[in-house]
């Protein structure tokens, strides 16, 4: 009888708690948990290119170089955790057993007195007197010898087990006893935090053994370089030494890092091939690579004279790990101090930063920042990203992990190719994906750029050159045929809205904190800037809010809305509202009318529905409409700047669809690319592409990027563009009516527009937003009001940004309605006490 097996037989009726029991649900949590990583200690994966290449071996080795050493009268305490989340074979095969007997083995052949103990939290093994596997359940076994005069510890833990010596994934399901991918987090980030409460006197290093391969399944079946993602622990890979071994571990080696996973070493057993020679040259030196003596095969060995034979080997490994760790810890408690010496961050006023506020942000995974804390203990700690990434991004984990890789292979491929008159795939297919998508019905032409506000900069281009060439008295004084004219082409555009930072966009919008003489001292402001109707949630009834303008109108005449529905209701187009709205406008233009005017509207931009940078007000789609309309009917082209709208932000991949009309130009980016790569397009008609059509070099769009249309934004685009819209990878989307599903929990959206401390709400798809009430000398862009409130919701594990007293929640296109939910609650409870304070 194999040694564990016994002593599980004669612990089956007196199992023991842990000092430090821990109670999980076998199912997955919902929302998934956010992780706190003790980062006072090193902590480390390992990883192996193959199943049998000697994981355990490694764990060994590196636990004796690191406990078994003759104690100094000075010297702290030292403690060694290993950990093994995954372990199938049991109980028959168990690796933390193997490196509990190795080391009390070893300790007493080095005479280092060494406490030694090891436990099996929780197991598919069937009950006493059963023979049926009836799930994964609690068992708590423990065995441990304890020697009273040792300075040194191990610790070694299983935390899940099963029978079958096979796969996880496949022992899972043979055996009933499924654990999702949140649940062995959650289990090994309390192991460790439970572990490392031992203080900053012991001396401690902690090891994460995976099972098998770097991309063996899981016990859900995902990669389990996958899994352990949202921990991004750093890790020692065990390569392989054998014939084909050099190919497995680079292989391997990519899959890591193209993950974002930092390895701070290769080891592998010699099998007299000289593989780490060529190893070695593929790392270029910046990953040390060692390699261990040959492992006797005779199966009656115990090893242990080759674990001090190697004891040189595993001391260099750790002193390689514990090196990375330091480096890694000095680093991250620098860059706050560095970033304020050396960056000038945009949109921020940097004497109102201090040192401790900066965000430190290690790694991102999906929605959620890994933040780095150095107060009390060093830690890595996550946060929701409700700012998108300042409204860019959409990727949950497994779309960022294809991202990269669609970003890797073409980045392999193409590199860089200039874009005019050339083709490549990753091009066209983002031309052919976005004219059959948000520009179905409309657009022909796709011009890229590089970001949003230089999509606006060539929409006006185009959009002023199809002005000349449909009012042709505009069109011969561009040709220099009646020189004594001065003519003014300015835009139509509605107060409120924004439309980029360069020196052209701003022209197209009306004066704000943005465009002042301190910010833009060329700006003038070329256009007819119209005070747009709004439309907001305040205590659970939406409204309209109407300009000035409107002043004479009373509520009667333009109704309630009692759903948010009604607001985009096309019925709308045939009420009084609308002809009040559309009789303002053609007054608005009159004066701009005719050709023999020298000042002209010779564009109409809008933001649909939402201006964002503007203070997240939602616009009166019916206003909006009624606009486009009337700009039609003068021959004035149509801009729908979409470049923070499109792409599923407001809940349809086009907010043209919102409206119920169609531009003659549309300006995208941002979550075009799943936010993870700058790029932009510029979509047009026919009619605006054939107005730059001649036979004079100089009659064509002479504007264009180094980068334009360059391949890995291109190839990212179209993945997004897919990924989005597929309800295979997108559960949000609803297939029959091709939306998202509502993100925001209706109860508690009417709950917080309720609230004492909120003015509005605005909320749409992926946005939440809401607007605090205030006195008139603490609103707009510059306030500070709501930083207390942002700094309890960052406590609360969520980054947010303020657009001064407006806060915005922002997810993805893929996040779960229950994400939206817990946000929700935690913005509702800290509104509470903000109100309080």
């Not at 690319?673 to 510029?682: H, Q, Y």
Request: charged letters at 20%.
């Amino acid at each position: 009888m194999l040694p564990v097996t016994a002593t599980l037989l004669r612990h089956r009726h007196r199992l023991r708690h842990l000092r430090h029991h821990i109670r999980l649900n076998s199912t997955s949590p919902s929302p998934p948990p956010h992780y706190h990583l003790p980062l006072n200690h090193p902590t480390y994966l390992i990883w192996s290119s193959n199943t049998s290449l000697g994981k355990t071996l490694v764990s060994t080795g590196i636990s004796a170089s690191f406990l078994l050493q003759p104690p100094s009268p000075a010297s702290h305490s030292t403690k060694l955790i290993y950990l093994k989340p995954l372990q199938t074979g049991f109980p028959s095969d168990s690796d933390s057993r193997f490196v509990f007997s190795k080391l009390a083995s070893l300790s007493l052949r080095l005479r280092v007195p060494l406490s030694v103990s090891n436990s099996v939290l929780r197991s598919s093994l069937p009950r006493s007197g059963t023979r049926e596997n009836i799930g994964m359940r609690d068992l708590n076994f423990l065995e441990e010898k304890v020697v009273t005069t040792a300075a040194a510890e191990l610790s070694c833990k299983t935390l899940f087990a099963w029978e079958a010596a096979i796969s996880p994934h496949l022992a899972a399901e043979r055996e009933n006893a499924p654990v999702e991918d949140s649940v062995v987090l959650k289990m090994v980030e309390q192991c460790l935090r439970e572990e490392m409460e031992c203080g900053s006197e012991t001396n401690l290093l902690c090891l994460v053994e995976t099972a098998g391969g770097v991309a063996s399944p899981g016990p859900s079946g995902s990669l389990q370089c996958d899994l352990y993602r949202p921990l991004r622990l750093p890790g020692v890979l065990v390569g392989d030494g054998k014939l084909g071994g050099i190919s497995g571990t680079i292989a391997a080696y990519e899959s890591l890092k193209l993950r974002g996973y930092d390895v701070a070493a290769v080891v592998f057993e010699d099998h007299g091939l000289v593989n780490e020679v060529p190893l070695t040259s593929y790392l270029r030196n910046k990953v040390p690579v060692l390699v261990l003596p040959p492992v006797p095969k005779d199966p009656s060995d115990d090893l242990i004279d080759w674990f001090v034979e190697s004891d040189g080997v595993f001391k260099a490994l750790k002193e390689v790990m514990v090196s990375a760790y330091v480096e890694r810890v000095e680093r991250l408690n620098g860059m706050a101090k560095q970033a304020g010496q050396v960056f000038w961050w945009p949109f921020t006023q940097h004497k109102l930063v201090p040192e401790e506020t900066v965000t430190v942000i290690d790694s991102r995974c999906g929605e959620n920042f890994s933040v780095y804390k150095d107060s009390d203990k060093n830690s890595i700690t996550q946060q929701f990203d409700a700012c998108a990434s300042w409204w860019t991004q959409g990727p949950d984990p497994a779309f960022q992990a294809e991202l990269a890789r669609e970003m890797g292979y073409t980045a392999a491929r193409f590199g860089h190719v200039m874009f005019p008159e050339n083709v490549y795939e990753p091009a066209l297919k983002c031309a052919e994906l976005l004219l059959d998508g948000v520009g179905k019905g409309w657009a022909s032409r796709v011009y890229f750029s590089d970001n949003g506000s230089t999509a606006i900069e060539i929409a006006l281009k185009m959009a002023f050159r199809k002005f000349c060439v449909d009012h042709e008295t505009l069109l011969e004084f561009s040709e220099g045929r009646d020189e004594e004219k001065h003519i003014v082409v300015k835009v139509l555009a509605l107060r409120g809205s924004y439309h980029g930072d360069t020196l052209g966009a701003m022209e197209a919008q009306a004066p704000s904190p943005y465009t002042g003489f301190l910010q833009q001292p060329w700006y003038t402001g070329r256009g007819l800037f119209l005070d747009p109707p709004t439309v907001f949630l305040s205590n659970g009834a939406w409204n309209l809010s109407l300009p000035e303008s409107f002043s004479e109108i009373t509520p009667e005449e333009y109704g309630t809305f009692s759903t948010r529905d009604e607001i985009f209701d096309k019925s709308r187009d045939t009420s009084v509202l609308a002809t009040i709205y559309s009789t303002y406008v053609s007054e608005q233009l009159q004066e701009y009318s005719g050709n023999t005017q020298s000042t002209h509207v010779g564009a109409l931009i809008i933001e649909p529905v939402i201006h964002g940078a503007g203070g997240m007000h939602m616009v009166d789609p019916l206003f909006q409409r009624v606009l486009v309309n009337e700009c039609r009917n003068r021959k004035i082209p149509v801009i729908f700047d979409e470049v923070f709208t499109g792409f599923w932000r407001l809940g349809l991949e086009t907010t043209a669809e919102l409206l119920g009309c169609k531009p003659d130009i549309a300006c995208f980016a941002k979550l075009m690319t799943g936010g993870m790569i700058p790029l932009a397009v510029t979509l047009a008609t026919d009619a605006v592409f054939d107005s730059f059509s001649g036979d004079s070099k100089l009659k064509a769009l002479l504007h264009g990027h180094s980068y334009s249309a360059h391949a890995m934004g291109c190839a990212t685009a179209a993945k997004a563009i897919e990924w989005f819209k597929d309800p295979e990878t997108n559960h949000n989307i609803i297939p029959q009516g091709g939306i998202l599903r509502e993100l925001w929990d209706e109860e508690l959206v009417q709950q917080i527009s309720c609230h004492s401390a909120v003015q509005r709400v605005v909320v749409l798809g992926t946005l939440f937003a809401l607007e605090l009430k205030v006195d008139a000398s603490n609103s707009g862009y510059a306030s500070l009001y709501a930083k207390s409130l942002l700094q309890m919701l960052r406590e609360d594990g969520i980054f947010m940004r303020p657009l001064g007293n407006v806060v915005y929640l922002m997810c993805g296109p893929c996040t779960s309605p229950e994400i939206c939910r817990e946000l929700l609650s935690k913005l509702y409870k800290r509104l509470g006490e903000f109100n309080r304070a």
